[in-house]
């Protein structure tokens, strides 16, 4: 399967990270010399994926801004013989970067939903900026990999974590139907339950910031009902596709790391082996 777009919702507020995140967006911390974002956007570049859109709110745009050429500072560097300092940006030059706003947060599937318009593929790419994946294969390689694997024409493929059981009122939890022959990490889906009680879990797959879905269930969003909350969360149109449209999840190999909170953020500088 070919994909060519990727939604990256980063509209979220960081408040994790205040008081830092009241200048700078959270997903410009720094690991090493390069932020956060821009391991989210090598995984999409090593997919295969040079469209993206980001899915920011307002005085986030820094987020987009880095990927763009910058001729004063190629100018400057020039001028004083460091050009070799822009060649880590190089590999940015054929990524088309598109934006859109969310105005209110109002859940991941309203985020996804704001991208709506932009979307001209089958099936577009979801990643999250929260999760790092660590490892020889980024998740998204790995979940593109795993659609040769799958029968149907249309699906709908989630990554999945194992997770301790006592967590699964943090996660997004699958029901599993049956594993995929001759692939013991690529399951079929039969039901998807928003953090459970952990006596009431179905399993302890917790859905982990990468999907591949079908433009199907992006046009359904609108008609996805808000929950107690107020927003609209994708999890819940997946839910009400389930009758129609087959859903996979693959326990992704390698080490994922949410980068969303402090600790997390501490965790991938610490894997990487970089210095914050």
């Known amino acids: 399967m070919k994909i060519t ?24 911390l720094p690991l090493g010399n390069r932020p956060i974002i ?5 995984e999409c570049l090593e997919a295969g994926i040079n469209d993206i859109c980001f899915v920011i709110s307002h005085g986030k745009e ?9 001729p004063t500072l190629a100018k400057a560097l020039k001028k004083r013989g460091k050009e070799q300092l822009l060649d880590s940006l190089a590999r940015y030059k054929d990524l088309h970067v598109h934006v859109v706003y969310q105005e209110e947060m109002l859940g991941d599937g309203h985020a996804i939903l704001q991208a709506a318009d932009w979307v001209k593929s089958d099936t577009v790419a979801v990643l999250f900026g929260d999760d790092l994946f660590v490892g020889d294969k980024p998740g998204l390689v790995q979940l593109i990999k795993a659609t040769a694997s799958i029968p149907e024409k249309e699906f709908a493929l989630i990554a999945v974590e194992n997770i ?14 049956k594993t995929m022959p001759g692939h013991s990490h690529l399951k079929k889906v039969k039901g998807l339950v928003e953090k459970p009680d952990p006596v009431k879990a179905p399993s302890t797959l917790g859905i982990v910031g990468r999907y591949l879905i079908p433009h199907s269930v992006i ?10 909350d107020g927003e609209i ?5 997946l839910t009400a596709k389930l009758k129609t449209l087959p859903i996979y999840a693959l326990e992704c190999s390698g080490s994922r790391i949410d980068t969303g909170t402090p600790e ?5 500088v610490q894997l990487l082996g970089l210095v914050s």
């Open 233 to 237: 969360r994708l999890i819940d149109a």
């Open 164 to 177: 301790p059981r006592e967590k699964t009122n943090r996660y997004g939890i699958v029901d599993i139907e």
């Open 38 to 42: 821009a391991y989210i956007a090598d």
């Open 219 to 228: 046009k359904s969003l609108p008609k996805v009902k808000a929950g107690k």
């Open 62 to 70: 820094a987020i987009a801004e880095y990927f763009f050429e910058n």
């Open 5 to 28: 777009q990727a939604i990256l919702p980063v509209a979220g507020l960081g408040t994790r990270f205040l008081p830092w995140t009241k200048a700078v967006p959270k997903e410009l």
């Open 264 to 268: 997390g953020y501490a965790k991938a």
